[in-house]
T-cell receptor, first 106, second 117 residues
């Protein structure tokens, strides 16, 4: 069975501080992992996916197979980053973690 | 990017009635669509996978006779909540993958808030 764990429901940082949203997964095969974001009053949208190895809006996430983790990081948080972030694992269907609500304070 | 549209965005109904929610992929074909349910301040719970031209695959604990899913075309899936009760009140979200990719990005609808009185 595939499972995604986001241990932090809430995360609050000050503007300009680094931020890391944790995600751990359990899956026996080769995982395809994503981070989705939901800004206030908007639909879920893709933030980034591990196979792209890209940086979106300053966020990066590295797949660590040894630690079965896919943590999302940003060196300098901005107020507009405040949102709900979901880590997701996909094979034939997408399974979401519980989500972390990030608040960036001015 | 690809667009998924849900309708209605809000619906209020009386207990015992049925409600249909539509999910459309506007600019791409989706052989597979997914229906999620989201409770307040909680994550998305996968209810079922809707496959074009075949029966939906329901997750454990989801009543297939209560949540009827039809995926009659490559751009439309519908979720019908039959004999709705107050405990069915929730936010229902559909999503779709472009084409027939096994794994890949999901495009989400805006969600439908169902309130059963």
């Amino acid at each position: 069975a595939q499972r995604v764990t986001q241990p932090e429901k809430l995360l609050s940082v000050f503007k300009g501080a680094p931020v890391e949203l944790k995600c751990n997964y359990s899956y026996s095969g080769s995982p395809e992992l994503f981070w989705y974001v939901q800004y206030s009053r908007q639909r879920l949208q893709l933030l980034l996916r591990h196979i792209s190895r890209e940086s979106i809006k300053g966020f990066t996430a590295d797949l660590n197979k040894g630690e079965t983790s896919f943590h999302l990081k940003k060196p300098f948080a901005q107020e507009e980053d405040s949102a709900m972030y979901y880590c997701a694992l996909d094979r034939r269907d997408m399974r979401f973690g519980a989500g972390t609500r990030l608040t960036v304070k001015p | 990017g690809a667009v998924v549209s849900q309708h209605p965005s809000r619906v209020i109904c009386k207990s015992g009635t049925s409600v249909k929610i539509e999910c459309r992929s506007l600019d791409f074909q989706a052989t597979t669509m997914f229906w999620y349910r989201q409770f307040p301040k909680q994550s998305l719970m996968l209810m079922a996978t809707s496959n074009e031209g075949s029966k939906a695959t329901y997750e454990q604990g989801v009543e297939k006779d209560k949540f009827l899913i039809n995926h009659a075309s490559l751009t439309l899936s519908t979720l019908t909540v039959t004999s709705a009760h107050p405990e069915d009140s929730s936010f229902y979200i559909c999503s779709a993958k472009q084409g027939s990719k096994i794994a890949g990005e999901l495009f989400f609808g805006e969600g439908s808030r169902l309130t059963v009185l």
